[in-house]
């Protein structure tokens, strides 16, 4: 017993050693902040008084090269444009700071897919160019961050500011849709990362810090609903124009962490095993044969609940985020995990447990990987286990 505890401690130790080398889940790439820029256009009125808009742009160009081109909404400079851009009075700067501004000129624009293209006069140091991701069908339920100078932030408190990119807001949600607008044929990322005023024109980026959208807007029915162009909209734009950007390339970049995923699965499964084995307690058939009836148990692995188990008497018990209904309730915000995500009851007929996914968003899966179909319930085996969404949320089943 003594050297399956050693053995299960191994084990760990080597999983947290693995997952230390992986980047964390839902981190923001800071990265993606070197790269921003605070955008002023200004328009004179009929009567000649100025009136400025502010939004945000990023740089794209060649990686490790110093970039000259911005990105933006068309709608950050419209105003711009209608006045007949310089020419007619217009005004249009970038910031990099409290005190340290450059004009901008107009490269090229898409009213219809609100997407435009900005220049500086010649390339700057002052900022990184973002590579570019065409958003897939894949990334839905996937981790995004929506980067930008909202004014309302400024507006709400009165904080100390210099425009500068550590001054910029960064909100997180996750893609739930991708759409195409009638009319325009303009391709929209749906997300709950929120965005107002002055968001326009920012990136929306995955989690390794590449931009799969320019944010645009909030939807005026639900709070909660807000939209980003694809960047496929501003991409034939730069092409159009010759000017080089740089596309994020998955070669190369994933094999290790790839590995040490694989590996953290089968050495959760191992450890799962091994904590169960070397409780001290008698197996069910010691239990049958001495008269006592075995206690069908749900374990979670989870390490936010230190091993927490539950009995099943009679009634299914829920498993998911909402604390409400969820015998084993995870944290919000954990990965992989939807409100109600699935249920699990004991056959006493069939000697085996019932799993039943509650049409999650993540989806729930056997210790082999495979997916169980929504509302299909699904027979396992004391002693097995499965996940909701990551491996990282492993529940075991056993007769105790």
Same mark, same amino acid.
């Given at each position: 017993?003594?050297?399956?505890?050693?053995?299960?401690?191994?084990?760990?130790?080597?999983?947290?050693?693995?997952?230390?080398?992986?980047?964390?889940?839902?981190?923001?790439?800071?990265?993606?902040?070197?790269?921003?820029?605070?955008?002023?256009?200004?328009?004179?009125?009929?009567?000649?008084?100025?009136?400025?808009?502010?939004?945000?742009?990023?740089?794209?160009?060649?990686?490790?090269?110093?970039?000259?081109?911005?990105?933006?909404?068309?709608?950050?400079?419209?105003?711009?444009?209608?006045?007949?851009?310089?020419?007619?009075?217009?005004?249009?700067?970038?910031?990099?700071?409290?005190?340290?501004?450059?004009?901008?000129?107009?490269?090229?624009?898409?009213?219809?897919?609100?997407?435009?293209?900005?220049?500086?006069?010649?390339?700057?140091?002052?900022?990184?160019?973002?590579?570019?991701?065409?958003?897939?069908?894949?990334?839905?339920?996937?981790?995004?961050?929506?980067?930008?100078?909202?004014?309302?932030?400024?507006?709400?408190?009165?904080?100390?500011?210099?425009?500068?990119?550590?001054?910029?807001?960064?909100?997180?949600? +996750?893609?739930?849709?991708?759409? #195409? /607008?009638? =009319? @325009?044929?303009?391709?929209?990322?749906?997300?709950?990362? &929120? *965005?107002?005023?002055?968001? +326009?024109?920012?990136?929306?980026? #995955? /989690?390794? =810090? @590449?931009?799969?959208?320019?944010?645009?807007?909030?939807? &005026? *029915?639900?709070?909660?609903?807000?939209?980003?162009?694809?960047?496929? /909209?501003?991409?034939?734009?730069?092409?159009?124009?010759?000017?080089?950007?740089?596309?994020?390339?998955?070669?190369?970049?994933?094999?290790?962490?790839?590995?040490?995923?694989?590996?953290?699965?089968?050495?959760?499964?191992?450890?799962?095993?091994?904590?169960?084995?070397?409780?001290?307690?008698?197996?069910?058939?010691?239990?049958?044969?001495?008269?006592?009836?075995?206690?069908?148990?749900?374990?979670?692995?989870?390490?936010?609940?230190?091993?927490?188990?539950?009995?099943?008497?009679?009634?299914?018990?829920?498993?998911?985020?909402?604390?409400?209904?969820?015998?084993?309730?995870?944290?919000?915000?954990?990965?992989?995990?939807?409100?109600?995500?699935?249920?699990?009851?004991?056959?006493?007929?069939?000697?085996?447990?019932?799993?039943?996914?509650?049409?999650?968003?993540?989806?729930?899966?056997?210790?082999?990987?495979?997916?169980?179909?929504?509302?299909?319930?699904?027979?396992?085996?004391?002693?097995?286990?499965?996940?909701?969404?990551?491996?990282?949320?492993?529940?075991?089943?056993?007769?105790?």
């Amino acid at each position: 017993m003594k050297k399956l505890r050693i053995l299960g401690v191994t084990l760990l130790t080597i999983l947290m050693m693995g997952l230390a080398a992986v980047p964390a889940m839902a981190a923001f790439d800071r990265t993606v902040l070197d790269s921003i820029i605070l955008i002023y256009a200004g328009a004179p009125d009929k009567d000649g008084v100025m009136n400025y808009w502010r939004g945000t742009g990023f740089f794209v160009g060649k990686e490790g090269e110093k970039p000259q081109y911005i990105i933006t909404n068309c709608h950050v400079v419209e105003d711009f444009i209608l006045a007949g851009k310089a020419s007619g009075g217009g005004e249009l700067k970038v910031m990099y700071g409290k005190d340290d501004e450059e004009e901008a000129y107009l490269v090229d624009y898409d009213y219809e897919k609100d997407v435009a293209v900005l220049r500086l006069a010649e390339p700057t140091d002052k900022r990184v160019a973002l590579m570019m991701q065409e958003p897939s069908e894949d990334m839905l339920g996937t981790t995004v961050h929506a980067v930008g100078f909202p004014q309302a932030a400024d507006l709400t408190v009165e904080a100390v500011t210099s425009f500068s990119s550590s001054d910029a807001s960064v909100t997180t949600g +996750s893609v739930s849709r991708f759409l #195409t /607008e009638s =009319g @325009t044929g303009r391709k929209l990322i749906q997300t709950d990362a &929120a *965005l107002s005023g002055g968001n +326009s024109g920012g990136p929306l980026t #995955t /989690e390794n =810090g @590449t931009v799969i959208g320019i944010n645009t807007a909030g939807s &005026a *029915l639900d709070q909660n609903l807000f939209y980003a162009v694809s960047v496929s /909209e501003v991409m034939p734009l730069l092409t159009r124009n010759d000017i080089a950007y740089g596309v994020y390339s998955e070669k190369g970049s994933s094999n290790m962490t790839m590995i040490i995923a694989i590996a953290a699965v089968v050495i959760l499964a191992v450890v799962a095993v091994v904590i169960v084995m070397s409780k001290k307690k008698k197996p069910a058939q010691a239990q049958e044969a001495e008269g006592k009836k075995p206690i069908p148990v749900v374990r979670s692995m989870a390490a936010q609940h230190n091993g927490q188990t539950v009995q099943l008497h009679n009634q299914p018990i829920q498993i998911g985020r909402d604390p409400a209904v969820c015998r084993i309730a995870y944290r919000d915000g954990t990965p992989g995990v939807s409100s109600k995500h699935c249920q699990v009851y004991y056959s006493e007929g069939d000697n085996a447990f019932v799993v039943t996914d509650l049409n999650s968003t993540y989806g729930t899966f056997l210790s082999n990987g495979q997916r169980i179909a929504p509302n299909v319930p699904t027979k396992m085996a004391p002693k097995s286990s499965f996940y909701l969404g990551d491996a990282e949320n492993t529940i075991y089943l056993d007769l105790e």
